[in-house]
T-cell receptor, first 112, second 113 residues
Framework: EAGVAQSPRYKIIEKRQSVAFWCNPI?????LYWYQQILGQGPKLLIQ????????DSQLPKDRFSAERLKGVDSTLKIQPAKLEDSAVYLC??????????FGPGTRLTVT | AQSVTQLDSQVPVFEEAPVELRCNYS??????LFWYVQYPNQGLQLLLK??????LVKGINGFEAEFNKSQTSFHLRKPSVHISDTAEYFC???????????FGKGTKLSVKP
C-alpha cells in the first residue's frame, strides 16, 4: 500500500512570494489533514478535510493560507504572500478511521 | 481545552538501558492518547494509542505506555533501547473533533553506544 505522498520535499522562497504544496493521501482515506511543524515544536493542525469538505480550519491564517481538496482525493495548500514566520515543515496526513493518522514525509519550507 | 506537556525536551540514554518519556495531558472530554515517533527528515509514525480498555498499551518496536487517569499521564517506556530508537517522540491527545490531534513539543531520544 502506497503511503501519503507530498511534494516538493524542500522549498526555499523569499518573503512575500507565493508557494504551494501538494499532498496525495492513501487511497480510500476520506480524511485529510495539513499540519504545520515549526522547529522545536509539535505539529499544529491547520486544516482538516472530510472528503472534499472542510471539518476544521480554525487555526488556518486565512488572510494568507488557503487549501483545497478537489474531488476528495489530493489536496493543495497555498501560502500567499509568505512571511518569515511561515518557515516550517508542512505535514500532510490521512486517515480512514479518524484515530490513526498516516503522515507523509513533509515539505520543509524556508522563507528568507 | 486539551493540551499536552512533555516534560523532557531531550533524553540521552545508553544502548540497552531502559527509558521512560513522560507525557501529561489536560482534557475535559473523553481521552484518546497517542505516541508518535519521527525519524530525521521523515513524517510521523504511530507507535501506539489508547482509546479505551486496558490502561497498559503495547505498541511497535517494543514500546509500551500506561494511561493513568488520576495523574493525567501517559508515559512511554521501553525496557532496553537500541541505537535505532534515536528519534523524536511526540505525545498527542485527541482534540475533541474526531481525529484532530493536539501534540506536545516532543522529546528527543538520543541512544548512545
Amino acid at each position: 500500500e502506497a503511503g501519503v505522498a507530498q511534494s516538493p520535499r524542500y522549498k526555499i522562497i523569499e518573503k512575500r512570494q507565493s508557494v504551494a504544496f501538494w499532498c496525495n493521501p492513501i487511497s480510500g482515506h476520506a480524511t485529510l489533514y495539513w499540519y504545520q511543524q515549526i522547529l522545536g515544536q509539535g505539529p499544529k493542525l491547520l486544516i482538516q478535510f472530510q472528503n472534499n469538505g472542510v471539518v476544521d480550519d480554525s487555526q488556518l491564517p486565512k488572510d494568507r493560507f488557503s487549501a483545497e481538496r478537489l474531488k476528495g482525493v489530493d489536496s493543495t495548500l497555498k501560502i500567499q504572500p509568505a512571511k518569515l514566520e511561515d518557515s516550517a515543515v508542512y505535514l500532510c496526513a490521512s486517515s480512514s478511521s479518524g484515530y490513526e493518522q498516516y503522515f507523509g514525509p513533509g515539505t520543509r519550507l524556508t522563507v528568507t | 481545552a486539551q493540551s499536552v506537556t512533555q516534560l523532557d525536551s531531550q533524553v540521552p540514554v545508553f544502548e540497552e538501558a531502559p527509558v521512560e518519556l513522560r507525557c501529561n495531558y489536560s482534557s475535559s472530554v473523553s481521552v484518546y492518547l497517542f505516541w508518535y515517533v519521527q525519524y530525521p527528515n521523515q513524517g510521523l509514525q504511530l507507535l501506539l494509542k489508547y482509546l479505551s480498555g486496558s490502561t497498559l498499551v503495547k505498541g511497535i518496536n517494543g514500546f509500551e505506555a500506561e494511561f493513568n487517569k488520576s495523574q493525567t499521564s501517559f508515559h512511554l517506556r521501553k525496557p532496553s533501547v537500541h541505537i535505532s530508537d534515536t528519534a523524536e517522540y511526540f505525545c498527542a491527545v485527541d482534540g475533541g473533533s474526531q481525529g484532530n490531534l493536539i501534540f506536545g513539543k516532543g522529546t528527543k531520544l538520543s541512544v548512545k553506544p
